[in-house]
């Protein structure tokens, strides 16, 4: 089904990289301004599908204010990149890049589960990617949400400056997930939107006990 590949989660690192002839790379930090779950997804899926028209490195990241399985709202973080040698960030890179999203969080960000980490393939075969979904209190508001992806962003952009990742340039900027920003998006949202009604109307039918029908 679609939406369960948008949302698998992926990888990518900066700290700990070979430093042996490293080339110059830049990381692009990314804020979608949009807290709308659908078209946040879809941006997710067109950076996974685009990957041609990224940076070496990039971080994306994304809140949503629409309460999902009914208890909580959610902030995800997408990285994307690899090492000063272009080759596909290790296992343990990856984890440092997790561990560096967990670090900048607040010390009284809201959790209501465990973070989500997964690691998976870019669509081009060409390295992986790494994506982090954080549940947060369905009573948290948008002006933390806000203040919350500020922070991971900051963290990256420092750890750059300060020489860690080996980044030679570091930037954040902040995006409106919309086809003038990203041409085709509209297309990626029909379809997550269509997903979403479909898993609804699975659930309905389970909660009303109906079997699912065989097509």
């Given at each position: 089904?679609?939406?369960?590949?948008?949302?698998?989660?992926?990888?990518t690192?900066?700290?700990?990289?070979?430093?042996?002839?490293?080339?110059?790379?830049?990381?692009?930090?990314?804020?979608?301004?949009?807290?709308?779950?659908?078209?946040?997804?879809a941006?997710?899926?067109?950076?996974?599908?685009?990957?041609?028209?990224?940076?070496?490195?990039?971080?994306?990241?994304?809140?949503?204010?629409?309460?999902?399985?009914?208890?909580?709202?959610?902030?995800?973080?997408?990285?994307?990149?690899?090492?000063?040698?272009?080759?596909?960030?290790?296992?343990?890179?990856?984890?440092?890049?997790?561990?560096?999203?967990?670090?900048?969080?607040?010390?009284?960000?809201?959790?209501?589960?465990?973070?989500m980490?997964?690691?998976?393939?870019?669509?081009?075969?060409?390295?992986?990617?790494?994506?982090?979904?954080?549940?947060?209190?369905?009573?948290?508001?948008d002006?933390?949400?806000?203040?919350?992806?500020?922070?991971?962003?900051?963290?990256?952009?420092?750890?750059?400056?300060?020489?860690?990742?080996?980044?030679?340039?570091?930037?954040?900027?902040?995006?409106?997930?919309?086809?003038?920003?990203?041409?085709?998006?509209?297309?990626?949202?029909?379809?997550?939107?269509?997903?979403?009604?479909?898993?609804?109307?699975?659930?309905?039918?389970?909660?009303?006990g109906?079997?699912?029908?065989?097509?």
């Open positions: 089904m679609f939406l369960s590949r948008t949302l698998q989660f992926c990888k690192g900066f700290r700990g990289l070979s430093t042996s002839h490293p080339k110059s790379i830049s990381l692009q930090v990314l804020v979608s301004q949009s807290n709308d779950l659908v078209a946040n997804v941006l997710e899926e067109w950076m996974k599908r685009c990957s041609t028209h990224r940076t070496n490195n990039l971080l994306l990241l994304l809140s949503s204010n629409t309460i999902v399985h009914n208890n909580y709202k959610s902030i995800h973080a997408f990285f994307s990149g690899e090492d000063e040698r272009g080759k596909t960030l290790s296992t343990d890179q990856l984890a440092q890049q997790a561990n560096l999203v967990f670090s900048a969080l607040p010390k009284d960000t809201a959790l209501v589960e465990l973070p980490v997964r690691v998976a393939a870019e669509e081009n075969g060409k390295g992986n990617n790494l994506l982090i979904s954080l549940p947060l209190d369905s009573h948290v508001d002006d933390v949400l806000k203040t919350t992806l500020q922070c991971i962003a900051n963290s990256f952009v420092q750890k750059c400056r300060g020489g860690d990742g080996g980044y030679s340039l570091s930037r954040i900027s902040l995006v409106r997930p919309d086809g003038g920003w990203f041409p085709g998006i509209q297309e990626i949202q029909r379809d997550v939107q269509l997903s979403l009604k479909e898993i609804e109307a699975i659930k309905l039918d389970k909660a009303h109906k079997p699912k029908t065989k097509g």
